[in-house]
Each structure stands twice: as structure tokens, then as C-alpha cells.
């Protein structure tokens, strides 16, 4: 078809153009090599190239050559015309470097100048700086010379002391170019004058004492707020994140942390710490002094902190011993924690060599709290480490000697208190426990006169201390030892200091027991006459109990009624149910004797039955009483029977007393008061033979067995001769359950020469009746003797 044809002809055409092309494209070197060497043999064919090769490389050096010539004249023509471009670029650069230069010089002499401005404004602001800075030494030195040599006058008052002190600590905090270094020296200055004027003048008013914390408060929060607002310490990143300035603790630790940080040397870092810890230690005093409320939590804050801070590097470790001691304190003496109190007080001991006044006080309270702990010997070591230290060395003494009165071994307490009279003569609290040692030991005499010694020594101080400036109360330490039940639970006091009035009570009480009489009235009237004693207490209960009893001893039957009603009304004012129950009966009974004294019989007898009986009775009614008012209750009872026989003998006769007696023995059968009574009832109505019976039972004879061989009866004559009977029985340590011994030895001399008396009858009567039966029998011829 044509279309057929028309594909094959276009075929043809392609071929056709295909074919002229190869024909006019070249041969390359290859295919002419190939050409050539079509008929040679191989050996030819390999001569042929290596020929062809040679030439080819010597056409190539000749080629190479050439360029390298054209390289080069070119390179000179380049060359040339860079040098001309340099010698125009550098005139250009030397121009630019010219102006440049002198730019440069104007510039450093324009730096220059202002530096030299600088420098100049700078060494006038210091200069100024150091004059203020000088300034305020001058006035900080004045203030604490002032605060050191008129504290403990009236040279200087507290207001004007703190005014001052304010007013250098701020100007302080303004001057300093950096604030930690003036920081470190408004707390050191703060510190120095509130511990001046706390250890001069404890006791101020109270809006100097809210003044005296405050000062102390401002000082800590002041510093931080310095510290806080400088430029630099906002940029840099802080370890512990700015505390809230009303938590003075949280802010002391911070505070604490950025001084030491900021020191140079390490012995600017001990010094920093040093103030910073005597700083802790004085606000955690006056927190406890004088800021009580709500603040306890506060201190322990405050010194945990201050001593782990303190622990925690090695050269400030022996700082922690003091903000340990004062947390020791509070654990003893606030929370009663003895545990935690020991904890501290291990700690505190570790960094001490005991060698100088400052250990022995650590090792003087480390004693007290190994007491209150029960380790008795650790404490008796403590104490000797006190002594070695010369730290209070009668006080330690007489402490060592509670520990050995406590173990029951009185003669070695005696020695260690005369060891302590021995280094202070005129001391009134070794005298005063000495004192007390003796009464333990029975040794009534003795206890008169040591405190009659203690007494003038107290008295000699008292009228030193009314000679002095200051008036104040101060409380010394070294007289508080043996008056803290806690401490002392072996002596009655529970007052706070060796004071004469407690003297006076105790020496009424030794003059009554050796039957001074007047001696003990005088001073019970001392005691009893002070102004501090206006509330009843449990002392002076006690104390007018014995007073009374004086005063029936000595014959003074009038006093004694008034003095009943007087205390009487005081003792239903007490607080203590116990004291107020025990006091107003003893009062009770002791007015009826002072109305029988006095022969007002009938008064006498309605007062026991119509005022005493009852609330004895109301008493024994109570529910579940404590066994000392239950005994206590009980003694009373048998002594009001006893009173009933005894004035119903004036009212009604011998047998109305007895029956009452003998209700009361059936009630206490085991009451030798009630016994004794009745057996002198007996003896009166004539009934020898059943008191006898009764007495030598009571006295556990066998008078059978002959009791008259029990005892002598020689010496027991003779001592009941020796004896005044009293009309007033005090149930003292020689008596036998409300009995004296005097009234024991006169009733047993009686019985005994009584019982003498009928056996020997009985033995008369046996050998008359021997004769008579004898002579009956016709046996009684007696034979002669030649």
C-alpha cells in the first residue's frame, strides 16, 4: 500500500544518513594503530608501539614547555601591575593608619582623664566613707566603753543604751560599701551591749525587755534585707532562697550561710561564726527571759541550727558547744526531756578539756542532768571535772554529797560538806545542808547549831548585798542546789534559794525537837511573820501546825487559841485539798487543848464533837482517799478519841472515858495511844491487875515468864525520874505511835515495879502457906545447931 511504502522509503533515508556520518567521523589513535599494524607480526607490533609512545611523550614536554613560558610572561605582566596597585594602596593605608593613630591618642587621653576623674571621685568617696566609717567606730566604741563601766550603775539607762545602739547599728549598715563585712559588725555591736546589759541588769521593765529582743530581732532581719537588696546578689544564683524576714530563725541560718561564704581566709571564717553563735546563743537567752510565749520552737530552731551549722566545719566545730549547751538547757528544763537533754550535753562535753571556768559550768549542768537521769557515778565524775576547773568547787561538793546522801552513806556526805565549809567559811548553804545531813542522822543538837551558823552567815550576806547599788534580784545558781524537789527529793524545801526565812523554819523545827521552847517559838514567829509567806502553802500549814504546839509547850494556852483561829482561816484559803484537810484538823485538835489549857471544859468537849468529829468522820467517808491523807485522817481520829476520854474524865467521870476508849480500840486495836490512855484510866479507877494485863500485852511481856526480868528496872526508874512528863504528846522519831519515849518509860517503870511488887507478894504469901502446911504435917521442928 502507499502508506507501506511510505515507511520503507523513510526507513532508507535514516540508513542513508547514518552511513555519511560514519564516513566523515575521524579514526581515533587506536583504530590508526590498529591500522598500521595490521600485517606485523606480534614482536613488530609491540616495537611499533613502544616507538609511537616515546614520541608521544616528547611531544607532550614540548607542549608542557611552552605553557609554562606563557605562564610566566604572564605572570610578570600580573606582577607589574599589582606593584603599581600596592604602591597606591599603601599610601592609602599609611593615611588611614595615621588618622586612626591619632583617633587612638585622642581617645586615651579622653580615657585617661576620666579615669584619672574616676579614680580621684573614688578616692574622695572612700576617704569620705573611711571618715564616716571612722565616725561610727569612734561613737560604737564610746557606747560600749559607756554600756561596759555603767551597766552596772545608774550612769546609763537601758532607753538611752538601746536608742544609741540603734542608731550606730543602722548608720553601720549605710556606710559599708559591701554588706557582709558591715553586717558581721552591727550583729558583733548588737550582740556586745544587749549581753552587757543582760548580764548587769537582768530584771528590767518590761518595755525595756521587749526592746532588749527586738534590738536583737531587727539586727538579724536588717542584715538580711542588706544582704538580699545589694546589686550583686540579685544577679547571682543563690543556694537557699531568701527567707521571710518575720522568721528570725529561718533568717539567722540563711544570714549565717551568706557571712560565712562571703569570708576570704579561714580564720575570718572562725571569726564570723564566732559572733554569729554568740549572737544565737544571747537572742535564744532573752527569747526564754523575756519573750516566752509561743517561742520555745523558735529556740530549738534557731539552736539546731546554729550548732549543725557549727558541726559541719571542721574549724568552727568547737563553736557548737554553746548553742548545744543552751538547747541541752531548754530539753532539762522546759520539756523535762532528760534523754535529749543528755543527747546535747555528750555532744558539748566532747569539745571540752575541762581545764577552765568556761567546761566546768558545761560540766556542772552535764552532772545535774546525769542525776535527774540516775547515773549517779558518771555524774560523781562530771562533778570531780568541776572541781579540777575551779568552777564553784563548794557547790560540786555539796552535790556530791546529795549523791552519797541518796545512797544512804551519811558519812561520806558529811565529809564532802565539810570539805565545802572548809574552802567557804562563810557560805550559808553547805551550813543549811549540813544542817539537814544531821537531822537524818538524828543529831538534833548538832543541826541547831550549824544552823544557827548558816544563819548569821546568811544574815552577814544579806546586809552586803543591802549595801550595793543595785538592787535587783540576781539569781545565783550556787544556791540553788539542794532546793529543787527534783533535785533534792530527800530535803522538804521547795523554795528557790537558802534564804533566812527558811533557815527560821527549819531551825524552829531542830529547837522544838531538842524542847527549846522559846528558842523555836521565836523563830517559828520569824518565819511565819514574812511577807513573802502571805499565801498559804504546805510549809507554812506545817509551820503553824508546829507553832501551836510551841505555844501549848510553853505554857501559853491564850496565844495558842488565837493563833488556832488565825491559821485556821488561812489554811480554809489554801489551794492544796490535801494541806488544807491534814491542816485544818491538826489546828482543830490543837485548839481544843488550848481550850482545855485554859479550863473552858465545855467549849472544849462541843468544839471535838460538834466541829472536829464530823469533819473527821466526813473524811474517813470519802471514796478511795491517797494512803498519805488516808493515814494521816486516821492518826487524827484516834487522837480525837483520845481528847474525847480525856475531857469527858472533867465532864463525866472515869467511866464515860473509858467506854469511849475502848469503842476506839476496838476500832484501831493495834493504837498504843489509845492503849496508853486507857491502861492510866484503869490504873486510876484501881484496876492494877487488868491495866497491868493490858500494858504488858500492848508491850508484847510474858508475865508469866517474869517480866520484870525483861527490863531493867533500876535504869528504867531512873529514867523515868530523869524525864519531865509533857502535857502535849508531839509524835517525834523517839516515841511509838503518838506516845514519847518519856511517857513509854514512865508508864513501863509503873507496870514493871507494880508487877515487882505483887510476885513478890505472891511469893510471901506461897512460902506462908509452905509454913502452915508444914506445921500441919508436924514437920516443922527446926533443928537446933550446937
Same mark, same amino acid.
Given at each position: 500500500t502507499d502508506s507501506a511504502q511510505g515507511r520503507a522509503i523513510l526507513l532508507t533515508r535514516r540508513r542513508s544518513k547514518d552511513s555519511k556520518r560514519r564516513k566523515k567521523k575521524t579514526p581515533s589513535l587506536e583504530e590508526q594503530y590498529e591500522a598500521e599494524t595490521a600485517g606485523m607480526s606480534a614482536a613488530e607490533r609491540l616495537r611499533f608501539l613502544r616507538k609511537k609512545r616515546q614520541e608521544n611523550m616528547m611531544v607532550r614536554r614540548e607542549s608542557v614547555a611552552g605553557d609554562d613560558f606563557m605562564a610566566e610572561v604572564a605572570n610578570n605582566m600580573k606582577k607589574k601591575g599589582k606593584e603599581r596597585q600596592r604602591g597606591e594602596g599603601e599610601q592609602v593605608e599609611e593615611e588611614r593608619k595615621r588618622r586612626q593613630m591619632q583617633e587612638e591618642m585622642k581617645a586615651k587621653e579622653q580615657e585617661a582623664e576620666r579615669k584619672e576623674r574616676e579614680e580621684q571621685e573614688a578616692r574622695e568617696r572612700e576617704l569620705r566613707r573611711e571618715q564616716e566609717r571612722q565616725r561610727i567606730l569612734t561613737v560604737l566604741f564610746e557606747l560600749v566603753r559607756d554600756v561596759a563601766t555603767g551597766a552596772q550603775s545608774a550612769n546609763l539607762g537601758d532607753e538611752v543604751a538601746l536608742l544609741r545602739l540603734e542608731s550606730v547599728r543602722s548608720q553601720l549598715l549605710r556606710v559599708g560599701s559591701a554588706p557582709e563585712p558591715a553586717a558581721i559588725a552591727a550583729c558583733h555591736v548588737t550582740s556586745q551591749v544587749v549581753a552587757l546589759l543582760v548580764c548587769h541588769r537582768p530584771n528590767p521593765a518590761s518595755v525595756t525587755q521587749h526592746k532588749r529582743v527586738f534590738l536583737l530581732e531587727t539586727a538579724v532581719a536588717s542584715a538580711v534585707t542588706a544582704i538580699a537588696s545589694f546589686g550583686g546578689a540579685v544577679e547571682e544564683k543563690l543556694e537557699v532562697e531568701i527567707p521571710d524576714r518575720r522568721d528570725i530563725s529561718t533568717s539567722f541560718n540563711w544570714l549565717l550561710q551568706k557571712l560565712f561564704g562571703s569570708t576570704q581566709t579561714p580564720q575570718q571564717a572562725v571569726n564570723t561564726v564566732a559572733i554569729m553563735a554568740r549572737l544565737c546563743v544571747l537572742l535564744g537567752c532573752c527569747w526564754l527571759r523575756y519573750d516566752r510565749v509561743g517561742k520555745l520552737s523558735q529556740v530549738e530552731k534557731l539552736l539546731k541550727g546554729c550548732s549543725d551549722f557549727c558541726l559541719m566545719h571542721g574549724d568552727s566545730e568547737r563553736l557548737a558547744k554553746w548553742p548545744l549547751f543552751l538547747l541541752g538547757m531548754v530539753a532539762m528544763m522546759e520539756k523535762r526531756d532528760h534523754h535529749t537533754a543528755l543527747q546535747c550535753f555528750r555532744g558539748v562535753v566532747d569539745k571540752c578539756e575541762g581545764e577552765d571556768r568556761e567546761d566546768g559550768v558545761i560540766f556542772y549542768w552535764y552532772a545535774v542532768v546525769l542525776i535527774q537521769s540516775g547515773r549517779s557515778s558518771e555524774a560523781a565524775v562530771a562533778l570531780d571535772k568541776c572541781i579540777r576547773a575551779d568552777y564553784e568547787p563548794a557547790m560540786c561538793l555539796s552535790l556530791q554529797a546529795l549523791l552519797n546522801l541518796q545512797a544512804r552513806d551519811f558519812h561520806a556526805a558529811a565529809e564532802q560538806l565539810q570539805r565545802s565549809l572548809e574552802i567557804d567559811f562563810s557560805q550559808s548553804r553547805s551550813f543549811f545542808n549540813y544542817a539537814l545531813l544531821m537531822e537524818r542522822m538524828e543529831n538534833f543538837e548538832a543541826q541547831q547549831?550549824?544552823?544557827?551558823?548558816?544563819?548569821?552567815?546568811?544574815?552577814?550576806?544579806?546586809?552586803?548585798?543591802?549595801?550595793?547599788?543595785?538592787?535587783?534580784?540576781?539569781?545565783?545558781?550556787?544556791?540553788?542546789?539542794?532546793?529543787?524537789?527534783?533535785?533534792?527529793?530527800?530535803?522538804?524545801?521547795?523554795?528557790?534559794?537558802?534564804?533566812?526565812?527558811?533557815?527560821?523554819?527549819?531551825?524552829?523545827?531542830?529547837?522544838?525537837?531538842?524542847?527549846?521552847?522559846?528558842?523555836?517559838?521565836?523563830?517559828?514567829?520569824?518565819?511565819?511573820?514574812?511577807?513573802?509567806?502571805?499565801?498559804?502553802?504546805?510549809? @507554812?500549814?506545817?509551820?503553824?501546825?508546829?507553832?501551836?504546839?510551841?505555844?501549848?509547850?510553853?505554857?501559853?494556852?491564850?496565844?495558842?487559841?488565837?493563833?488556832?483561829?488565825?491559821?485556821?482561816?488561812?489554811?480554809?484559803?489554801?489551794?492544796?485539798?490535801? @494541806?488544807?484537810?491534814?491542816? @485544818?484538823?491538826?489546828?482543830?485538835?490543837?485548839?481544843?487543848?488550848?481550850?482545855?489549857?485554859?479550863?473552858? @471544859?465545855?467549849?472544849?468537849?462541843?468544839?471535838?464533837k460538834l466541829i472536829v468529829e464530823p469533819k473527821i468522820q466526813e473524811q474517813l467517808r470519802q471514796p478511795k482517799p491517797t494512803n498519805a491523807i488516808s493515814h494521816e485522817v486516821v492518826a487524827c481520829h484516834a487522837q480525837l478519841l483520845n481528847n474525847l476520854a480525856v475531857v469527858t474524865v472533867c465532864r463525866s467521870g472515869i467511866d464515860a472515858a473509858m467506854t469511849i476508849l475502848r469503842e476506839g480500840l476496838q476500832q484501831y486495836p493495834d493504837c498504843l495511844a489509845i492503849k496508853f490512855n486507857l491502861v492510866l484510866l484503869l490504873w486510876r479507877k484501881d484496876e492494877k491487875a487488868t491495866a497491868c494485863s493490858l500494858w504488858a500485852k500492848a508491850r508484847d511481856w510474858n508475865i508469866q515468864g517474869g517480866g520484870a526480868n525483861h527490863v531493867g528496872l533500876t535504869k528504867l526508874t531512873r529514867n523515868a525520874a530523869a524525864f519531865t512528863i509533857s502535857e502535849h504528846v508531839h509524835d517525834d522519831a523517839g516515841g511509838e505511835e503518838g506516845v514519847s519515849t518519856q511517857q513509854l518509860v514512865y508508864l513501863d517503870a509503873l507496870i514493871l515495879s507494880h508487877l515487882r511488887k505483887t510476885q513478890d507478894s505472891k511469893l510471901e504469901d506461897r512460902s506462908l502457906q509452905l509454913v502452915e502446911n508444914l506445921e500441919s504435917m508436924g514437920t516443922t521442928d527446926i533443928p537446933s545447931q550446937d
Open positions: 547549831q550549824l544552823l544557827e551558823y548558816a544563819l548569821d552567815a546568811c544574815t552577814d550576806r544579806g546586809d552586803r548585798r543591802s549595801d550595793g547599788v543595785d538592787g535587783s534580784d540576781v539569781t545565783d545558781s550556787s544556791v540553788a542546789l539542794f532546793d529543787r524537789a527534783e533535785l533534792a527529793p530527800l530535803f522538804p524545801s521547795q523554795l528557790t534559794r537558802v534564804t533566812t526565812s527558811k533557815i527560821h523554819f527549819h531551825l524552829a523545827i531542830a529547837a522544838m525537837e531538842n524542847g527549846n521552847w522559846l528558842e523555836s517559838k521565836k523563830h517559828f514567829e520569824e518565819f511565819l511573820g514574812n511577807e513573802q509567806l502571805l499565801q498559804p502553802t504546805a510549809i @507554812v500549814a506545817e509551820a503553824a501546825q508546829y507553832y501551836v504546839y510551841v505555844l501549848l509547850q510553853c505554857k501559853f494556852p491564850s496565844l495558842a487559841l488565837s493563833a488556832c483561829e488565825h491559821y485556821l482561816l488561812k489554811c480554809e484559803e489554801c489551794s492544796d485539798e490535801g @494541806v488544807q484537810i491534814l491542816a @485544818v484538823l491538826m489546828l482543830h485538835l490543837y485548839k481544843a487543848d488550848a481550850l482545855l489549857c485554859l479550863e473552858c @471544859v465545855d467549849e472544849c468537849y462541843e468544839h471535838l
